[in-house]
């Protein structure tokens, strides 16, 4: 996938970088929406991280003639763009942004209404005035605690008064989300966490309004509002990982719907959605461009990377007549090809299809925090029930204590360090990971890691650098090898990249030429040369000694050098196992995982690069059908699997593995279905992500078992009467902090 | 005790213009992009354009 993934890289931001890696500007014609005299375009920008980045970017689509507005939101990675209809050709928006190095996929405009962030908002705000309220109320049930004794009960009745007023519409709004999540659950005749909570919520409020009416001494309005601060904060914090992961999956999507060039009948072109393609259209593919549909080619003669279908890294030639399926990436020359079905029948929406089947398996994984709600609910509730009949039946305090008691109960039982254990570990370890380099799609990815045992493989850009390189260079002269280099460095096909990487930079031969589907000729040290495929190299050479050594394992591919007075060198290019790839493999099997490879590449391949890395159990050739079957067997024998990858072929079994991992480098819609993305050279981050995430799983752990005990110790003072509000609110923050404490643990290596 | 008929209100109203501060600051969209306001700071080609 090693043309994919020179454009995804997340690392480093172009501004600091020289230059940039040429990448093809898409049109976004199609995406722009019009209205009222103006015209907007939403671009979603890769690669931009600084202040550099926002004012370079801002200033050049400002620079544009008839761009009156232009604003990049660096955390959500969007640039709004506005003109007057008709002064901008939108395709010279990505263009300019594309010479200044910045990626750029424009988004459907179906899916922007779903943009704003709603939900987030509404957690905000009911955080913020939780926070007032709670600040008021805490000011006045102090007062009444230390007061207590001196003060009057007038000035305490003032004082409860003051505080309802302030704490039950604050609350009730507050509240919102736990009522609403809470409403929903129990329609669908189960409870989650929230029940209890909203529960909790209403009762103290309740109880709190009954006791001032008849001039109790205790009213719990501030415990209700903790109880809402704490849980919000959780919340939100919860909430801000799903919304990254969500954003960061449509930007990858939004990268998919890249536009068509369609020719009409005479000859004009004109830009398209993939989704508009008709059977029978005309398309032209130029290098670089992808597939759309399936179809055939009419027209051209091109290499092409088709690692999509099968995960083989070698290039392909391709002629007319010849069948492309949609994904298909162009290399070298433009073809022209017959639609032969649409979008939605194509191979690429097929694989979508399947990891959307394996995403939701994947979405009904319970999490560890509502497992941990399924065990709780019934358990406090019936000990509420049980403290309720205990009073009414065994003592004669009567019906107003047992009520007392029993919400008592329910309020200091209310989850939550439960509410905070899990979204405040996941959020350090998120971090955490962060830094390393590794993104975490959301906070249930790392309890899942955390839980396999089988680490599946894909062979092409995984365990390999997905690359051509050079495999015979000791048998070839140095002196050779520059020269074959010289023609190399003009040229962007694989296998001249393949001989520039093992040499390094250097001269350039002035005249050559690089010839579409043969190589590059041009003259090398004052004397004619060609390097490039065997037929077109041996037309000039009348030497035919040249041979192929029998005992040679056939290399995934070839290209040859000639020189006027030599005889050819054929170079072998093979793709080469990732640096630590070796070691990694080494130390998951010694923690006592299996490991496995999967590839559709061919067998002799595969079985090569398995002997390499050490692994024992390979198949080859697989289709990405077969490889989920794989993940699923596995599955249905109770094996969970982390599946590892980065082409489009792996898409599906990504997303019907237990977890998922992808390197930056991977297909978009492969880094838009893994649970993780790392960054780097190497493999050796799934050590660090699985070690993290292991620890995270141990954090949430202790920290339940912190709320546990919390509980038995809590429980029965509120059980036999002795809690107070005071005691409450201490009991309810102190829980809360020590639970957020030991997640920071994790912040230290 | 009296003092209480005018501190209490002094409270309230002070959170409120907090609370107020926070929810306009939320609808004007000023929590839309945190790392890009961070970023932003730092950027001084407004200076270059005036003098």
Same mark, same amino acid.
């Given at each position: 996938m090693s043309a994919v993934s020179e454009t995804t890289s997340l690392q480093g931001c172009p501004s600091a970088l020289a230059p940039p890696e040429q990448s093809p500007a898409i049109d976004p014609t199609p995406h722009v929406r019009r209205a009222n005299g103006e015209e907007r375009l939403e671009l979603a920008i890769f690669g931009a991280k600084c202040a550099a980045c926002i004012s370079k970017i801002e200033k050049a689509m400002l620079g544009?003639?008839?761009?009156?507005?232009?604003?990049?939101?660096?955390?959500?990675?969007?640039? *709004?763009? %506005?003109?007057?209809?008709? #002064?901008?050709?939108?395709?010279?928006?990505?263009?300019?942004?594309?010479?200044?190095?910045?990626?750029? *996929?424009?988004?459907?405009?179906?899916?922007? $209404?779903?943009?704003?962030?709603?939900e987030g908002r509404q957690l905000l705000r009911s955080l913020g005035v939780a926070g007032f309220a709670l600040a008021n109320v805490m000011l006045l049930s102090v007062s009444v605690w230390a007061g207590a004794g001196e003060m009057g009960a007038g000035v305490r009745a003032?004082?409860?008064?003051?505080?309802?007023?302030?704490? =039950?519409?604050?609350?009730?709004? #507050?509240? $919102?989300?736990?009522?609403?999540? /809470?409403?929903?659950?129990? %329609? *669908?005749r189960s409870a989650n966490m929230d029940v209890p909570i909203s529960l909790a919520v209403i009762l103290s409020l309740s109880i709190s309004i009954y006791e001032f009416l008849h001039g109790g001494e205790h009213t719990y309005f501030d415990a209700a509002l903790m109880l809402l601060f704490f849980l919000l904060i959780g919340r939100y914090l919860d909430h801000r990982l799903r919304l990254k992961a969500r954003t960061a999956a449509r930007d990858l999507? *939004?990268?998919?719907?890249?536009?068509?060039?369609?020719?009409?009948?005479?000859?004009?072109?004109? @830009?398209?959605? #993939? %989704?508009?393609?008709?059977i029978g259209d005309r398309i032209l593919l130029s290098p670089g461009d992808r597939a759309p549909v399936d179809g055939i080619i009419e027209d051209g003669l091109s290499d092409v990377d088709q690692s999509i279908i099968n995960g083989e890294s070698a290039p392909k030639q391709v002629a007319i007549g010849e069948k492309l399926y949609s994904g298909v990436l162009n290399l070298t020359s433009r073809l022209v090809m017959r639609a032969e079905k649409i979008a939605d029948d194509s191979l690429v929406a097929e694989l979508t299809r399947l990891v959307e089947a394996g995403e939701q398996s994947k979405s009904r994984y319970v999490r560890l925090a509502d497992r941990a709600a399924a065990l709780y609910v019934p358990i406090v509730h019936s000990l509420a029930l049980l403290t309720f009949v205990g009073w009414l039946t065994l003592s004669d305090a009567g019906l107003r204590v047992a009520v007392v008691n029993a919400v008592a109960v329910l309020i200091i039982t209310c989850p939550c360090a439960l509410g905070l254990? /899990?979204?405040?570990?996941? =959020?350090? /370890?998120?971090?955490?990971?962060? $830094?390393?380099?590794?993104l975490v799609k959301s906070g249930d990815a790392l309890e899942r890691l955390s839980e396999v045992d089988l680490f599946v493989f894909d062979k092409t850009g995984t365990l390999t650098f997905g690359d051509m390189r050079l495999a015979n260079s000791e048998k070839i002269s140095g002196e050779v090898l520059q020269q074959a280099a010289q023609l190399a460095r003009i040229s962007r096909h694989p296998i001249a990249k393949g001989v520039v990487a093992s040499v390094g930079p250097g001269l350039v031969s002035k005249d050559a030429v690089e010839e579409v589907n043969c190589g590059v000729s041009g003259i090398v040290d004052g004397k004619p040369a060609r390097f490039g495929r065997r037929e077109w190299v041996f037309e000039l050479s009348d030497d035919t000694s040249a041979h192929h050594d029998p005992d040679e394992t056939p290399p995934a591919a070839e290209a040859w050098f000639w020189r006027e007075g030599a005889s050819p060198v054929r170079f072998m290019f093979h793709d080469a196992p990732r640096n630590d790839a070796i070691e990694t493999i080494e130390k998951l099997k010694a923690q006592g995982f299996g490991v496995e490879l999967l590839s559709g590449d061919r067998r002799e391949i595969v079985q090569r690069m398995a002997e390499i890395v050490g692994i024992k159990k390979w198949s080859s050739g697989?289709? @990405?059908?077969?490889?989920?079957?794989r993940l699923e067997n596995l599955a249905a024998d109770g094996v969970k699997s982390a599946m590892v990858g980065d082409g489009l072929n792996d898409a599906p079994s990504l997303a019907a593995a237990h977890a998922s991992l992808s390197p930056g480098t991977a297909a978009d819609a492969s880094q838009a279905t893994a649970d993780f993305v790392y960054q780097g050279d190497g493999i050796s981050p799934i050590l660090e992500a699985h070690m993290v995430s292991r620890k995270a799983r141990r954090r949430v752990l202790e920290n339940f078992g912190f709320a546990a005990l919390y509980n038995i110790c809590a429980v029965p003072l509120a059980a036999f009467g002795f809690v107070t509000p005071l005691i409450a609110a201490l009991a309810m923050s102190g829980s809360s902090m020590v639970v957020t404490l030991n997640a920071m643990r994790l912040a230290r290596k | 005790m009296s003092a209480l008929l005018f501190l209490i209100p002094i409270a309230l109203l002070l959170g409120g213009v907090g609370l107020a501060a926070f929810v306009f600051a939320l609808n004007? +969209?000023?929590?839309? !992009?945190? !790392? +890009?306001?961070?970023?932003?700071?730092?950027?001084d080609d407004d200076l270059e354009g005036d003098e």
């Open positions: 544009l003639d008839g761009i009156v507005f232009a604003r990049l939101n660096l955390s959500t990675g969007k640039l *709004a763009l %506005r003109w007057r209809e008709g #002064a901008v050709d939108p395709r010279e928006v990505t263009e300019t942004l594309a010479g200044l190095g910045y990626r750029a *996929a424009a988004f459907d405009p179906e899916t922007l $209404k779903s943009d704003a962030d709603e003032l004082f409860h008064l003051v505080s309802a007023l302030i704490a =039950v519409p604050c609350a009730l709004y #507050a509240a $919102k989300p736990f009522f609403n999540s /809470a409403t929903a659950a129990l %329609r *669908a999507v *939004a990268l998919q719907s890249i536009s068509v060039s369609r020719l009409t009948e005479n000859g004009v072109l004109e @830009p398209v959605l #993939a %989704r508009e393609i008709q254990a /899990a979204p405040a570990v996941q =959020v350090v /370890a998120t971090g955490r990971l962060f $830094k390393s380099g590794i697989l289709r @990405p059908t077969d490889k989920t079957a | 004007s +969209g000023q929590y839309e !992009d945190l !790392d +890009g306001a961070a970023q932003r700071v730092l950027m």
